[in-house]
């Protein structure tokens, strides 16, 4: 506990909660995949930021989070490496047919913040697959993109990893088009901006439509009550 205590003191780590899990000081002993580590590597991260030395195992060990970091803390990795290992865990235990998916989702404010992150999860999947470890397929939900061509992705052969903003999300649970069945992972990024924004009520929708099992998630630069309220909510 004192060593713990040592680590979180050194990176000005603060905790809330109850048997909160260990800081983990290096992306290897927190036992990523070869392809994670590479990948990682081209990127040219080294070692794990402060919101990823906690964040990340106590994604990991399955626990929901809250997690607040400035920006360029390496938010966006620690949310989206455990919804990569969750969709592989979830293709080995079972693979996906046409019409499943996502088995992850993340949520974003923006149709930038969004083509981000899918670029981000791209990068591994692509690795992950060059390495013949796991054939991950992602999709991106956003307005400009053509629906019908996401809605085909999904039928057409299942989808484990989906970026969405939560208008178009909305949409193409309305229509069918999608559903939150097998969904194991939801993160919201920036989910203050969301509620700001107005998107509080498609939220709560979304939500409701959520396996009451999923590990939730949210990441953001800075406190704010009501967000708190609505993720303690679910």
């Given at each position: 506990?004192?060593?713990?205590?040592?680590?979180?003191?050194?990176?000005?780590?603060?905790?809330?909660?109850?048997d909160?899990?260990?800081?983990?000081?290096?992306?290897?002993?927190?036992?990523?995949?070869?392809?994670?580590?590479?990948?990682?590597?081209?990127?040219?991260?080294?070692?794990?930021?402060?919101?990823?030395?906690?964040?990340?195992?106590?994604?990991?060990?399955?626990?929901?989070?809250?997690?607040?970091?400035f920006?360029?803390?390496?938010?966006?990795?620690?949310?989206?490496?455990?919804?990569?290992?969750?969709?592989?865990?979830?293709?080995?235990?079972?693979?996906?047919e046409?019409?499943?998916?996502?088995?992850?989702?993340?949520?974003?404010?923006?149709?930038?913040?969004?083509?981000?992150?899918?670029?981000?999860?791209?990068?591994?999947?692509?690795?992950?697959?060059?390495?013949?470890?796991?054939?991950?397929?992602?999709?991106?939900?956003?307005?400009g993109?053509?629906?019908?061509?996401?809605?085909?992705?999904?039928?057409?052969?299942?989808?484990?990893?989906?970026?969405?903003?939560?208008?178009?999300?909305?949409?193409?649970?309305?229509?069918?088009?999608?559903?939150?069945?097998?969904?194991?992972?939801?993160?919201?990024d920036?989910?203050d901006?969301m509620?700001?924004?107005?998107?509080?009520?498609?939220?709560?929708?979304?939500?409701?439509?959520?396996?009451?099992?999923?590990?939730?998630?949210?990441?953001?630069?800075?406190?704010?009550?009501?967000?708190?309220?609505?993720?303690?909510?679910?």
């Amino acid at each position: 506990e004192e060593e713990r205590d040592d680590v979180r003191n050194k990176w000005h780590i603060i905790v809330e909660g109850v048997d909160i899990p260990p800081p983990i000081k290096t992306f290897r002993e927190m036992k990523f995949p070869k392809p994670i580590i590479d990948e990682l590597t081209r990127k040219g991260i080294a070692r794990p930021t402060p919101i990823q030395i906690q964040g990340l195992p106590v994604i990991l060990s399955g626990r929901d989070i809250i997690g607040i970091a400035f920006t360029g803390s390496g938010k966006s990795l620690t949310f989206v490496l455990p919804m990569i290992m969750a969709a592989m865990m979830e293709e080995h235990r079972m693979p996906l047919e046409g019409g499943e998916g996502p088995v992850g989702l993340i949520l974003c404010p923006s149709r930038e913040l969004a083509r981000q992150t899918h670029e981000v999860i791209e990068g591994f999947t692509v690795e992950l697959a060059k390495q013949g470890m796991a054939q991950m397929r992602i999709m991106l939900c956003i307005g400009g993109v053509d629906s019908r061509e996401q809605s085909d992705i999904v039928r057409n052969a299942g989808v484990h990893m989906v970026t969405a903003t939560p208008g178009r999300l909305k949409d193409l649970l309305h229509k069918k088009r999608m559903n939150l069945d097998i969904c194991k992972y939801l993160c919201m990024d920036e989910a203050d901006r969301m509620v700001d924004l107005g998107f509080e009520d498609d939220i709560r929708d979304m939500l409701d439509e959520l396996d009451a099992k999923a590990l939730l998630g949210d990441f953001r630069g800075a406190p704010a009550r009501d967000v708190e309220a609505l993720v303690k909510a679910v």
